[in-house]
């Protein structure tokens, strides 16, 4: 029986009869891939988690005199896009890099959060008019929470 000579009524009662014997076969595998993708999420969010617990904090100092050139800032952005693969095994959420900004006493400070498993390349200083500070008490370090639009977090 080729498929072109086969009538439409036989096709189509052979494809349920197909269908049906393999039915409980396919219903087994949806639930072991649902399974699947429940296990997965479950332990990409713990890997998040654990990551933006343990986090670094260096400061960058820079020098009266500071004033990169285009070629710097360029490689200094290679460097921290090198931070998620220094990180490896952590999702990209939990690998982010966090530039922080703030102004104490009327001197600006600049932070730079990632994650500890890329601590090395976090401190190491991307201009040469930089002075790269690490900071061991990392108490300070705050998770960001944004609230939704119906102002709960």
Known sequence: MSLPNLPV???LAQ???VLIAAAPYLLALGVLGAAVWVWWTTRR???VREALADRVQVEVIPTATFDP???EVARWVRQL???HYAAAGVPARG???RLRYTAVDGKMRCYIEG???AAAILAMPGFAEVE???HHGQSEIRPVRFTSPGGAP
Do not use: K
Request: glycine share 8%; aromatic share 4%; hydrophobic share 50%.
């Open 95 to 97: 690998s982010a890099v």
């Open 115 to 117: 994650p500890a498993a």
């Open 45 to 47: 969010a713990a890997l």
């Open 9 to 11: 009524d036989e096709f």
């Open 69 to 71: 050139s285009e070629g």
């Open 81 to 83: 896009g090198r931070v």
């Open 15 to 17: 494809l349920q009869a």
């Open 132 to 134: 790269v500070r690490t």
